[in-house]
């Protein structure tokens, strides 16, 4: 599992680009902190030299998340994930697949797969070894295709081969995590979730928005600011925003919608 640790944030001594190293496995939105993933510690937050300063950072109002989400929201109504799939098992596979890969590596290796194999017991009569070969192009996947069998398995046999609706359940399936229940309860059920990737991550501490230590904290602290109204698409808004705008390393804070709200002090504008 992707360690994520937060860096602090500093206006007095701004610091170099975050450096994440290029990997062809880095985590993409929405994957990273899965039960597979096995990761050294990646920093994503604000600097260290701030970190006693996150405390005084002026926390948003209540209207000020409004304006944020009334502009995500304006400017792209119906947020899409980005992970291609064909019903809530299909889902439920490429979110475990998708664990420190892209998401366009996921979808290349599952658009010949999911046409062999779109249901659990599909996915059974495929088997393993050959269902190696159709996800071989992504990282980790000897024990993906393991994870995706066994989960395929538990689903015949405990829950009549449909993807489970509640947190545990979906938690209880191999490889499948926190972030996998919350992606799957948001995209297939439309449950209010939010699932705390990379991006999610970087994005809630860098603005300030929703500071925390770990996805957790991240997670419940966007659970408790964003208003409801808002919560069925925040996950979307929040990584498409830290995938497209505010990067890991350049922050494109000069077209940023959100930038006169941002409380990060290092943004460039
Ligand atoms: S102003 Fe910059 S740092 Fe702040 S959210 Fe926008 S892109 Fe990110």
């Known amino acids: 599992m992707a360690k994520i640790t937060r860096r602090p944030l500093t206006k007095s001594k701004p610091t170099p680009p975050q450096r994440v190293k290029k990997s062809r496995n880095r985590p993409a939105a929405g994957q990273g902190l899965e039960k597979s993933a096995k990761k050294p510690a990646t920093k994503l937050g604000p600097s ?18 409004r304006e944020a989400f009334s502009r995500f929201r304006k ?72 994870n995706v069998i066994a989960l395929s398995e538990k689903l015949l046999a405990e829950f009549g081969g449909v993807v489970p609706r509640t947190r545990a359940e979906l938690e209880s399936l191999p490889g499948a ?56 698409h925040a996950h979307h808004w929040l990584i498409l925003h830290g995938r497209y705008t505010c990067l890991a390393r350049k922050p494109r804070c000069e077209v940023c919608l959100i930038n006169d709200l941002c409380r990060w002090p290092e943004k460039t504008v």
């Open 48 to 65: 260290r030299a701030t970190k006693k300063s996150i405390k005084a950072i002026k926390p948003w109002t209540p209207a000020e998340v």
């Open 75 to 146: 400017a792209n109504p119906e947020p899409k994930g980005e992970l291609e799939h064909l019903n809530p098992y299909t889902l439920l596979v490429a979110v475990v697949l998708s664990a420190q890969a892209t998401d366009a590596g996921v979808n290349k290796a599952t658009r010949e797969l999911f046409r062999v194999a779109d249901t659990p017991q599909k996915m059974l009569a495929l088997g393993e070894e050959r269902l190696r070969d159709y996800i071989k192009t992504i990282g980790l996947y000897r024990n993906k295709a393991k």
């Open 177 to 232: 995590g926190r972030k996998t229940a919350n992606v799957v309860l948001n995209m297939a059920y439309g449950e209010r979730t939010m699932a705390v990737d990379t991006h999610v991550f970087r994005v809630g501490n860098r603005t300030g928005l929703a500071p925390g230590n770990t996805p957790l904290e991240v997670e419940l602290e966007l659970e408790r600011v964003i208003p409801a109204e808002f919560m069925l």
